[in-house]
């Protein structure tokens, strides 16, 4: 009787043992769920010139206008990383030479992705540019 309960013992010991170690793997292997809404732009509506842009240089992004539409743009250039300078016809990466759309769709390469489109949201009137 002796041997079961010890072997019992064991059993339950090392099934305690390996499902804290589970435990602990899965926690330090999984990535840390992010949950924090970052703003990375606030400006006002009217701060954004009808049918032009609003350029953060610092964030490079560029706020868009055309119609009643707002959109923003990601000026990491899909190629190589450069900032996109913002034309009166379009972006242009002076780096590489890739010129987008107003819309980040490349016209010609090198790039061969168009450029990000980040989130946007409206509160009161001032326009947010989340990530």
Known sequence: MENI??????F?????????????????LSPPAVS???VV??????????EGALVFLQERLALMREGDTIFALDLVCTHLGCTVTVTGSGLS???HGSRFDRQGRVLNGPADRPLGRL?????DGMIEVVT
């Open 41 to 50: 732009a606030r400006v006002p509506r009217t701060d954004i010139p009808a």
């Open 93 to 95: 990466c002076p780096c």
């Open 36 to 38: 924090r809404r970052r």
């Open 5 to 10: 309960a010890q072997s019992r013992r064991k």
């Open 12 to 28: 339950i010991t090392t099934l305690t043992l390996a499902s804290v170690s589970l435990g602990l793997l899965w926690r330090y």
């Open 119 to 123: 989130k946007v949201e409206e509160h």
